[in-house]
């Protein structure tokens, strides 16, 4: 395929309900979208990066001009066989992870259309039904948590993660499993404690959580392997691992017993799938993260959740848990057991809404290849 033009564009799109993390309560998205143009085919890609550099460091006003100045220049005008050879040719830029999947990303989305096969057999994909879970911000009483909780239980969601902070853990922990004893339940602090909080980490053991997550530093792997030798909790890693060394580093260590796969903080599928693999031959579990998608994203989490190594519920939910209307067609939607039955179609199995994206569309430019 011929990257013969990049559009990019910011989407605004209101979240039905607030999202809240230890870093930040988020009211409404302001979403990147990439479309590569290739010999007559349109591959979208959606940049995960937030609003604000609280997550990561990256952020929608870095991704931008490194889209505009270094990776779109990259590879327009480059004819590539597989969507994976954009790799090299971006990697002169460090960092910027999240910039770079959006490209590569639509690329795998452009390959699988032109190929005419599912992205998620492209992929290397495996599993036709995928596991969801939920993740439910910190909200403003618990009695509104518990009540949130019930509804994701009643619509079938197999494991419930809490958003956790200093001042709204232990205590939360405490009323969610009064109620509910046998639940599937993790926790994210999102980086939100230190080692010198152990003590107070050590009351989590009594809630029996399938894992917490990033509990210290989000740029840490090494105190998190002091802290899971001192916890019967299994710690989970997210903010911290970039890539497979990462994930081979923090495994060789001990520094987590789960891993959290988002393919946006690794740089793109490529990658993500060397951290799937990195995991599997270790024989530890994997499961695909969320980033508040739309649903450009929302079906490329999907496609990389099929992989033989997504053994935990992810954090891939109905569209309908965050927007009023979605950008694709069919919506995302959950089974009353808690999974997505996985399409067939070429490609995502999902239409991008054109005629929606382009009412959202904020700002947008096209940057095309030098004759
Ligand atoms: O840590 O997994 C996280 C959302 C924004 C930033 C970081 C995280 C999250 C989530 C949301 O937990 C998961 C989802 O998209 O449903
Ligand atoms: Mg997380």
């Keep these: ?47 995960v990066a ?21 990776l779109a220049p990259a590879v327009l005008g480059r004819t590539l066989a597989a969507a994976r050879e954009c790799v090299p040719l971006m990697a002169r830029v460090r960092g910027h992870h999240m910039a770079k999947a959006a490209v590569e990303n639509a690329l795998w989305d452009a390959e699988a259309k032109e190929k ?6 492209l992929l290397g994909g495996t599993l036709r039904e995928i596991s969801c879970g939920v993740s439910i911000g910190i909200q403003d009483s618990v009695e509104q948590l518990l009540d949130t909780i019930q509804i994701e239980l009643t619509a079938g969601y197999r494991r419930i993660k809490v958003k956790v902070k200093p001042g709204w ?21 999102n980086s939100a404690y230190t ?29 998190h ?17 970039h890539h497979a060394r990462d994930a081979a580093k923090a495994l060789d260590i001990s520094a987590c017993r789960i891993i959290n796969i988002k393919a946006g903080r690794v740089g793109g599928f490529t990658e993500a799938i060397k951290v799937h693999d990195a995991c ?19 079906a490329h989490n999907i496609a990389l959740s099929t992989l033989p190594n997504f053994r935990l519920p992810g954090d891939v939910s109905a569209s309908k848990r965050y927007w009023k209307e979605d950008i694709i067609e069919p919506e995302v939607e959950v089974t009353p057991q808690g999974t997505i039955l996985i399409r067939d179609e070429p490609g995502t199995g999902y239409r991008v809404r054109e005629d929606v994206i382009e009412k959202l569309t904020v700002r947008k430019e096209i940057f095309r290849a030098e004759k």
């Design 169 to 189: 853990d232990v205590n939360v922990l405490e009323r969610i499993r009064s109620r509910w004893p046998d639940i599937v339940l993790s926790c994210d602090a």
């Design 225 to 241: 392997s002091q802290l899971q030798k001192e916890l019967r909790t299994a710690i989970c890693l997210d903010e911290s691992i």
């Design 116 to 121: 005419q096969v599912p992205l998620w057999k």
């Design 50 to 70: 937030g609003e604000d550099p609280f997550y990561s460091s990256e952020w929608i006003e870095s991704a931008w001009p490194t889209i505009k100045h270094y």
């Design 280 to 298: 599997a031959s270790r024989n530890i579990p994997v499961w695909c993260g969320g980033m508040l998608e739309s649903g450009v994203g929302r």
């Design 1 to 47: 395929m011929k990257i013969e033009a990049i559009t990019l564009r910011e989407i605004q799109m209101p979240l039905v309900h607030f999202f809240e993390t230890s870093f930040k309560r988020t009211f409404s998205r302001r979403i990147l979208l990439l479309t590569v143009h290739c010999d007559g085919i349109d591959g979208w890609g959606e940049c």
């Design 195 to 223: 080692l010198d909080q152990l003590e107070h980490l050590r009351k989590f053991d009594q809630f029996n959580l399938l894992m917490i997550e990033q509990p210290l530093w989000h740029d840490d792997i090494y105190y």
